[in-house]
C-alpha cells in the first residue's frame, strides 16, 4: 500500500523481530478461527444487505449495524492476545462468546426492527464474556488496570445494552451508540494502565488476526461472485466473475506483500517507543474501515455478475471505485500513523483513488463485466506501480 514498502520490507521483518517483547510472538489459536467462523456468515449478510440496496442509506446503515460487531470481535481479540496464553480458560471463554455475535447477525437478517431485542442481548452477552477475560488478570493482581475499568467498560456498557431492549425505537438506537462510544472513550483515557497492557501485547498475532479476517472479507466477495453466477448464469457473469477474482487477486496481494509486513514492523517500533495512541488506531481502529471497503468491492462484484450485459448502476460503480480507494487510503493513514513519510505513501495513494475511479467512470455505458474488468486493469497498473517505486528507492537506497 505504501511505495517504499518493498524496499524496507528486509529491514523491517528483522526490526519487528528486535523489537517485540520476548515471548510474545505467536500464531492464532485455533478456538479464534473457531470463532472467525461467526463472523463469515455477519460479513456475508453485511455485503447481501449492501448488495440489495447499494444506496448511501443502506450502505450507512448496513456498516452502523456491522460496526458492533467489529467492536466486539476486535475487542475479544485483543483480550486474548493478552491473556489467553496465561490462563488457558480464555480460550473457553472465548468459544463461549460465540452465542454474541450469532445472534447480532441473526437480528440483523430477520430485521433489526423486529429483532432489535436479540441485536442487544447478543452484544451484552459478549461484554458479560469480556467481563470474565478481565477479571483474570485484575483479581490476581497481575494487572496494573483499576477494577473500575474492566467493570466500566464491560459491565457497565452490557447494563446499558440490556436496558436498550425496553426502550423503544429510535431511542433504542441512541442507547446503543452510547454504549459504544462509553467503550471507545475509555479506550481512549486508559493512561494509567497503557504501558502494563500495550507492552503485553503480541504484534504478530494482531497483525495475524486481521489478516485472517480480511481473508474473510475478500472470500465474501470470491462467495457472492460465484453464486451470483449461479442464480444467473451469463457469459457477461463469468466475464465479470474472472476480473472479480483478479480484483480479489490483486487487493489480497497488495495487503499481504506490501502492507502487513511494513506494519508489523511499524507496530513494533510504536511498541517500543511507547506509542500507544498508534497501536491502538491501527489494529483496533483503522481495520474496521479496511473491512468496510472491502465489503463494499464484494457487493460491487456481486452486483455486477448479476447484471448479464446490462450496465452496472451508478451506486454499485460507486461502491467499486469507493472499496479500493478506500482501501488504499486507510492503509495510507496507518502508514502514517505508524510514522511513514508522507511523500512515500502519495505517491502510491494519488493513483490508488484515481485510476479505479477512472475506470468506473469510462465504463459506465459498457456492461457490467467491463467495469469490472476496467478496475482489475487499474489494479495491475497500480501493482505494477508499486513494484517500479519500490525498485527505484531500493536504487537510490544502494547508492546511498
Known amino acids: 500500500m505504501r511505495s517504499d514498502a518493498a524496499v524496507r520490507e528486509g529491514a523491517d521483518r528483522r526490526a519487528a523481530s528486535a523489537d517485540a517483547p520476548p515471548g510474545r510472538r505467536r500464531p492464532a489459536d485455533w478456538y479464534e478461527l473457531f470463532f472467525d467462523l461467526v463472523f463469515v456468515v455477519a460479513i456475508a449478510i453485511s455485503a447481501e444487505r449492501i448488495e440489495a440496496d447499494p444506496s448511501p442509506t443502506g450502505v450507512v446503515v448496513a456498516m452502523l449495524l456491522f460496526f458492533p460487531l467489529w467492536w466486539a470481535w476486535v475487542n475479544l481479540m485483543v483480550s486474548n492476545n493478552l491473556f489467553g496464553e496465561r490462563f488457558p480458560v480464555v480460550g473457553a471463554l472465548v468459544i463461549a462468546a460465540m452465542p454474541g455475535p450469532a445472534a447480532m447477525t441473526v437480528a440483523v437478517s430477520s430485521g433489526i426492527e423486529q429483532s432489535a431485542w436479540l441485536y442487544a442481548a447478543g452484544a451484552a452477552w459478549i461484554r458479560l464474556v469480556l467481563l470474565a477475560m478481565w477479571l483474570l488478570p485484575c483479581t490476581r493482581r497481575e494487572l496494573s488496570a483499576p477494577l473500575w475499568r474492566p467493570l466500566a467498560y464491560n459491565l457497565g456498557t452490557a447494563a446499558v445494552w440490556l436496558g436498550s431492549i425496553g426502550v423503544p425505537a429510535p431511542y433504542r438506537y441512541l442507547c446503543w451508540a452510547l454504549a459504544v462510544a462509553a467503550e471507545v472513550g475509555l479506550l481512549v483515557l486508559r493512561r494509567g494502565a497503557a504501558h502494563d497492557v500495550y507492552q503485553r501485547a503480541s504484534v504478530s498475532h494482531g497483525l495475524e488476526r486481521v489478516g485472517l479476517f480480511v481473508v474473510i472479507v475478500v472470500g465474501e466477495a470470491v462467495y457472492l461472485a460465484v453464486t451470483g453466477l449461479a442464480a444467473h448464469p451469463s457469459v457477461g457473469g463469468g466475464v465479470a466473475v474472472l476480473a472479480g477474482f483478479v480484483v480479489c487477486a ?151
Not at 467499486?320 to 505513501?345: E, K, Q, S
Not at 497500480?382 to 527505484?392: G, N
Open 250 to 400: 490483486l487487493l489480497a496481494r497488495a495487503f499481504f506483500r506490501w502492507g502487513a509486513p511494513t506494519t508489523e514492523a511499524g507496530l513494533a517500533r510504536a511498541q517500543s517507543a511507547r506509542s500507544y495512541g498508534a497501536m491502538r488506531d491501527v489494529v483496533m481502529y483503522l481495520p474496521y474501515f479496511l473491512v468496510v471497503a472491502l465489503t463494499l468491492v464484494a457487493a460491487a462484484i456481486g452486483i455486477a455478475v448479476g447484471r448479464d450485459e446490462g450496465s452496472l448502476p451508478v451506486d454499485a460503480r460507486i461502491l467499486l471505485a469507493a472499496g479500493i480507494g478506500g482501501f488504499y487510503l486507510v492503509n495510507a493513514v496507518a502508514g502514517l500513523r505508524l510514522g511513514r513519510p508522507i511523500r512515500g505513501i502519495a505517491s502510491l495513494l494519488l493513483p490508488g483513488l484515481a485510476l479505479p475511479a477512472i475506470a468506473c467512470a469510462l465504463t459506465g455505458s459498457l456492461p457490467a463485466w467491463a467495469t469490472v474488468a476496467g478496475v482489475a486493469v487499474a489494479l495491475v497498473a497500480l501493482d505494477v506501480l508499486s513494484i517500479l517505486l519500490a525498485s527505484r528507492a531500493g536504487a537510490s537506497t544502494q547508492v546511498a
